[in-house]
Structure formats: structure tokens, C-alpha cells
């Protein structure tokens, strides 16, 4: 039987604060300050590199279980996320870490009632990706994977401040929806190299001068990544139907399977999940893509190495149907507007500091 991987040390770290951010999908940022005695024990973790994920470990009630005076018993959950956060701030024992709230997710409701003074309990850095062969890249990312995007562009920058040569296309759903705004704007200022494409599939684009790069209405699309230098290898992250679409797309245009590295989950490449005209259809699970597996929820990202796999089927050059459309945020269905504002407002409530 294959070993299992090793399982990292987790560590307590107190949440010092909680920020709800102006997205329309509910969404928090949590400052976490490590509270393990001494405070060397941080800079005993091997160096996970500069691209690096951590896991946050719970013991809650398994699914339907509810709540009772004598509860059953706990289920471990873990999940991972990428630190908004640099490593030399996890050394010295502060983190940050951005979460998008699924209310029917494993772990983020629990996360959500979480309030200053809380514990949780963190993993050591977790490796990512290798980005030291990259001299530049094609970066996709959509959702909360900007975490994952902001480490990747700022790990080749540094490495190649004068030559690194990095294109982003970032893909929301709304403008408002974009995550690191000001991170990304400040790598535009530092290096001449970066050029940045946000892909916004509902709303409006935001005034001109308001934001710096590139906007564009619309999802991902051939014409889009016909831009991008054709010798640039591509690294992608985010939501299932995104990093299927990217994949689909990148091969049309001539890239081989080997160029394209994805950090998250495909989906199935069974041709019966397409819908008609070659669009992908929603549901259905997607097949794991690293080792460690336990998909992702909303705000949680499943990044613990790079895969390869097969080309997923080949898609039309507009490749996301209106439902893979909400995927791309990680967008959770609700069966009424009621039942979002009522949860919205719960949510508001559960961050409100008290004085």
C-alpha cells in the first residue's frame, strides 16, 4: 500500500481580527497571531518556499447531526488556504488569511462565528509549487485563488525584477468581486514585466482611472489568451469549470499539456458533463487533483502539489455555461434571495467588534 503523506504539525494561533470585505460573495480576512511557546518553534518549520499554502484543522459535528445537549461525536476537518500574508510575516508569527463564506461549506461557517480571541488551530507552510524554474508565466486564477496568483507573480518578479516576464489574467465575476486590488496595482507600479486583464462576467467595469490594467467584459476566451507570448508557460488556479476552460483553451491554441501546470481540481473528463454546444455542464464531481485530496470549499483552496493529467475535452472558444459562471466564484445557490440577506445579516452580526 502506498505511505501516506506526512501529516504537518499544527500549531495555536489566536485570531486577533475579523474584516468583512466589500464582496458580493460574504467574505472575511482574519489576522491570526501564533500563540505557541517559545516562538522559535515557527522558524524550526522547513522552508516551504514562496509559493506555500497552510491547512486550518477543526474537530466540529459530523454533517446532521445538529446541535444537542450531548453531541455525538466530532469529525476532523481540515482545509487549506494561502496566506494573503508573506512568509517572513508567518516567521514572526502573524498571519492572514481570506476566506469566502459557503454556508453549507465544512469548515468556512464554522470559521465565520470565529471572533477575536478565538484559537485555531494552523499547519506549518505546505509547498505550493517550485516557481524556481519559471523566468516568467502565464498566470490564470479566478476567485479567492488571487492568494494564489499574488504569491506566484511576486515569486518570479523577485526572483527576475529586470527580465521576469508575467501576464495575469484574473477572472471574477464582478468588479467588486476582485480580491488584492491594491497587491496586484502595486506590482504593476514595481515591474515594467507584469500585465494584468481582469475578465469580469456579470456587472459593470469599474471608471476609468478608478483601478489600474486591463478590464475587459466576459469570461475566459481564445482572444483573450491569444494576447499572452506564446512561450510563456501557464500556471492556473481556481474553480474546477475555470481551470478546465483554461486548459481546453490553452491547447486550441497550440500549448502542450506539459506547458500548462494546475494547481486545483479539473472536471471529470467524461464527455457526457458537457452541455450542448460543448459548454460544461454544472455538477458532477471533479476528480482530485493533489495528493492530500478533500476538495475545496469556498475560500479554502486544495493546492498541495502541481498534477498532471490528460486534456480535458476540447471547448468552444466562449467556454462557460451561465452555471459554471457562479463556479467561478465559488458562488453558493441559495434556494431565495431571503435566505442570502438573512445569512448575510447573521454573518454581519458574528464580526461585529464589541466595544
Known amino acids: 500500500a502506498a505511505e501516506e503523506p506526512e501529516r504537518p504539525e499544527f500549531l495555536p494561533w489566536r485570531v486577533e481580527a475579523v474584516e468583512q ?3 458580493r460573495t460574504p467574505s472575511l480576512r482574519f489576522t491570526l497571531r501564533c500563540c505557541a511557546q517559545p516562538p522559535s518553534l515557527l522558524s524550526a518549520h522547513p522552508d516551504a518556499g514562496d509559493v506555500w499554502h497552510v491547512d486550518v484543522l477543526a474537530d466540529l459535528p459530523a454533517p446532521g447531526s445538529g446541535e444537542s445537549s450531548s453531541p ?26 481570506l476566506v469566502k463564506v459557503k454556508p453549507t461549506g465544512a469548515l468556512t461557517p464554522h470559521l465565520a462565528a470565529q471572533r477575536p480571541g478565538a484559537v485555531l488551530q494552523v499547519s506549518a507552510p505546505c509547498p505550493t509549487l517550485d516557481s524556481s524554474s519559471y523566468t516568467g508565466a502565464l498566470v490564470i486564477a479566478g476567485g479567492s485563488a488571487a492568494t494564489v496568483a499574488l504569491q506566484v507573480c511576486e515569486a518570479i518578479l523577485a526572483r527576475h525584477p529586470k527580465r521576469g516576464l508575467v501576464r495575469l489574467l ?20 514595481k515591474h515594467a514585466g507584469f500585465s494584468l486583464l481582469h475578465l469580469i ?3 459593470k467595469l469599474p471608471e476609468g482611472g478608478r483601478r489600474r490594467g486591463r478590464w475587459r467584459s466576459g469570461r475566459l476566451d481564445t482572444d483573450a489568451l491569444s494576447q499572452t507570448e506564446r512561450h510563456l508557460r501557464a500556471i492556473v ?34 464527455p457526457s458533463s458537457l452541455a450542448p454546444g460543448g ?18 470549499e469556498a475560500g479554502g483552496d486544495s493546492h498541495h502539489s502541481a498534477q498532471t493529467a490528460a486534456p480535458p475535452p476540447a471547448l468552444p472558444q466562449s467556454c462557460w455555461s451561465e452555471e459554471e459562471e457562479e463556479e467561478e466564484n465559488d458562488e453558493e445557490t441559495f434556494e431565495d434571495r431571503a435566505e442570502q440577506e438573512e445569512f448575510e445579516e447573521e454573518l454581519e452580526c458574528m464580526t461585529d467588534h464589541e466595544e
Request: negative net charge; contains cysteine; proline residues 6%.
Open 21 to 23: 470585505l466589500p464582496c
Open 279 to 296: 459548454e460544461i455542464a454544472a455538477g458532477g464531481s471533479a476528480e482530485a487533483a493533489r495528493s492530500g485530496g478533500g476538495g475545496a
Open 170 to 189: 484574473l477572472c471574477n465575476r464582478t468588479a467588486d468581486d476582485v480580491l488584492l486590488a491594491s497587491a496586484f496595482e502595486a506590482l504593476l507600479h
Open 201 to 203: 462576467s456579470a456587472g
Open 72 to 97: 455525538g461525536p466530532l469529525t476532523e476537518v481540515v482545509r487549506s488556504y494561502t496566506p494573503s500574508s508573506s512568509a517572513g510575516a508567518y516567521q514572526e508569527g502573524r498571519l492572514e488569511l
Open 237 to 270: 488556479s481556481g474553480p474546477p469549470g475555470l481551470c478546465t476552460s483554461a486548459v481546453a483553451l490553452l491547447t486550441q491554441l497550440g500549448r502542450q499539456r506539459e506547458e500548462i501546470t494546475v494547481l486545483d481540481e479539473l472536471l471529470p473528463e467524461d
